[in-house]
């Protein structure tokens, strides 16, 4: 039974040699190493990598001194893949003289609870988008809906020509209102809908040159800065319209919430950690209560600086598209200290 089952099974004495093992622990040991495991054999040689050879020298430590205990090991490559690794001390009246160990692979099991986990924060965030759909069509469409209601009652009534006029470009106003919203609501749902573009090289640079080009008026208006560095990472494999429409909203952004006493100056920088993308948008400009507004900072329709002209959609639609590419947004800030927003992207859309 121990030799036909696929979990390693083996023990090792307080110097790290082979006690006994399995045909399974055999097989894997000499695919390893080359090299035929047999009783006296130090285990340590089956780890080349300097790191794991150090932590599994400290969990058969730990079983040395006493502790039965069951870890979880992951590894990258050759192929993603988990063990759940068990270490039983093994007693000869009261002295431990080795450890029994126990490995089973447990890939299919992860990869199904983080399979489950995706699905479950997913109909959270569809629970959460629905709540704010609602309260958008309560709200934002009821009141433009209610004006037109009430000005076309006007016109019932009997008016002068002049005010018969001005109701009729009230009501226009209110139409156009209206439409904004609605055209709003489908830019995002469009943006939630599957991704079906295909994605293709973007170069990061070549990104920014873009959008700059588009804005140069303002960018000339404003003495705008934008110094960049992408050495870290400089193209991915994306979707360019997602990528063109984060970069120029948050660049965007970034001049409308310009501060007053200085010139605005944006850093956008790219950064490679814990395999992930990590492109920093960083400015000069008004910053963020976050205490106060951190919170809802990218709810649509949300805004917090009245003078400055805008809708509160462009945050919103960022965060959107990032998390369509399967990516996050963070920020730092504080009030009067400028703002820092972090992009984060899975690495796999490098090609």
Known sequence: ????????????????????????????????????FTKGSHVLTLEPDEDKLFLHKSFYERAFAGESFTEIEYTKSPDESWSEISYYPIRKGKEIIGTACYSRNITERKKAEQEREKMSNDIILRSKNLEQFAYIISHNLRAPVAHIMGLANLLHATLSETDRIKTQDYLFDAVNQMDLVIRDLHKILATKSEITENKELV????????????????????????LTDFSALKEISSIKSYMHSIFY????????????????????????????????????????DLHKHGHHLFGLYKRFHLEVDGKGVGLFMVKTQVESLGGTITVKSEAGKGAEFIVTLPVMQKL
Do not use: H
Not at 2 to 29: G, H, M, P, R, V
Not at 203 to 226: H, M, P, Q, T, Y
């Open 1 to 36: 039974m121990i030799n036909n089952t696929e979990d390693l099974i083996w023990s090792t004495d307080c110097d790290f040699k082979l006690i006994t093992s399995n045909q399974a622990f055999i097989s894997l040991a000499k695919s390893v190493t080359g090299k035929l």
């Open 249 to 288: 909203n948050l660049i965007v952004n970034s001049i409308k919430y310009r501060g007053k006493c200085e010139k605005p100056s944006i850093k956008i920088k790219s950064e490679l950690k814990n395999d992930n993308l990590k492109i920093s948008f960083s400015d000069n400009g008004t910053g963020i």
């Open 203 to 226: 170069n990061f640079n070549s990104l920014v040159v873009d959008i700059k080009a588009g804005i140069a008026s303002l960018i000339k208006k404003e003495d705008v800065r934008i």
